[in-house]
């Protein structure tokens, strides 16, 4: 069985850091691309990164460029975030997902002082 | 950036009967492979979404025969034949051929 599992959010001030972590398990992760796709509170879906299954290439959507970072290590089957400056609009809950197929529970990033 | 025109903003059905949502996009979803990368997605209040049809319209698997997917270049629609209890929640359109990928503003669908 698939499973996505986030890890690593909060409540975090603005312009500081905060990493979200991706626990996969139920296929082989190394195979597969994999994406981080967000949803601010009574909003809707927003893709926010994608990394190729070997990470060699990582899209970005325009609001976070340069500021996020999409990682991955496939030994440990495992997404990562990398979100700096972060800005109040980047409250949200954060998915990890799989084909936009399979999805994690979500994560809840609060940016706030 | 591709722009995904979803409607209805709501709908309201009964039991039984079909619904369909419309999602046209801002320019041609055919991508340089031949495949269009449109699909569609439910999210049920307080869950995860999940998808329902992937490449316009091939059902998941798990998904019921009740739920189809149509269309080419920028005009699609998601049809369910007949509305059932568990099928209320936001019905989201989501492209994936042209990066930044998008989504619809989403329909929501609720039980008359």
């Known amino acids: 069985e698939v499973q996505l599992v986030e890890s690593g959010g909060g409540l975090v001030q603005p312009g500081r850091s905060m990493k979200l972590s991706c626990a996969a398990s139920g296929f082989t992760f190394s195979n597969y691309g994999m994406a981080w796709v967000r949803q601010a509170p009574t909003k809707g879906l927003e893709w926010v990164a994608t990394?190729?299954?070997?990470?060699?290439?990582?899209y970005y959507r325009d609001s976070v460029k340069g500021r996020f970072t999409i990682s991955r290590d496939n030994a440990k089957s495992t997404l990562y975030l990398q979100m700096n400056s972060l800005r109040s609009e980047d409250t949200a809950t954060y998915y990890c997902?799989?084909?936009?197929?399979?999805w994690g529970q979500g994560v809840m990033v609060t940016v706030s002082s | 950036d591709v722009v995904m025109t979803q409607t209805p903003v709501s709908l309201s059905v009964a039991i039984g009967q079909p619904a369909s949502i419309s999602c046209k996009s801002s320019q041609s979803l055919v991508g340089t492979s031949g495949k269009t990368y449109l699909n569609w997605l439910l999210q049920r209040p307080g869950q995860s979404p999940k998808r329902l049809i992937y490449l316009v319209s091939k059902l998941d698997s798990g998904i019921p025969d009740r739920f189809s997917g149509s269309g080419s270049e920028t005009d699609f629609t998601l049809k369910i034949s007949r509305v059932e209890a568990d099928d209320l929640g936001v019905y989201y359109c989501?492209?994936?051929?042209?990066?930044?990928?998008?989504f619809g503003a989403g329909t929501k669908l609720e039980l008359k």
């Open positions: 997902t799989r084909d936009h197929r399979y």
């Open positions: 990394i190729s299954y070997d990470g060699s290439s990582t």
């Open positions: 989501l492209q994936g051929t042209h990066f930044p990928y998008t």
